[in-house]
């Protein structure tokens, strides 16, 4: 897939609400990196699903994947001044050691879902501290690529409420 999809800024034309969907280093593998950890599903299609559920819903779903720290940095500074309401974020192996892209969420305060495909509890230690998880709204993991699906559902519900 390409690193941005569906990126235009809400306007007159186009005021539907945006949910931005960030996918952290090597998750651009996904198909067939480890398939028994991660599942058979690339990246491709887990957006194309969510971007259709999106659309059942009249949400705008855009996803951005980047193996640098600095850009995934820049992608939620952004998405602050682009009017995103809500992100759904596996940060990958920035998760267990990323401060600065913490403190890149805290700073816009756009509410995010941090998302998982593996059970990171049941693996090794240093997989069991997350830098996101007491900011996120909540948080999936173990459930592959459903618990994407499962986040944007929760985040439409409260984008709805809100
Ligand atoms: C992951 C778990 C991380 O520990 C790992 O570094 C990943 C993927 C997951 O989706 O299960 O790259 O975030």
Known sequence: MSKQTGT???SAENPKPRILVLHGPNLNLLGSREPGIYGHNTLEQIHRTMEA???AAGVQ???YQSNSEGELVDRVQSAASEGVQFIIINPAAYTHTSIAL???LTA???PFIEV???NIHARESFR???YFSDIAVGVICGLGSTGYE???AAALERIKSS
Request: a positive charge; charged letters at 25%.
């Open 128 to 130: 069991q501290h997350s």
């Open 61 to 63: 779903v855009e996803s």
């Open 116 to 118: 998982h495909l593996s």
């Open 150 to 152: 499962l986040a944007l």
């Open 102 to 104: 913490r403190d890149a």
């Open 108 to 110: 816009v305060a756009i």
């Open 53 to 55: 559920q999106g659309r």
């Open 8 to 10: 235009k800024k809400p």
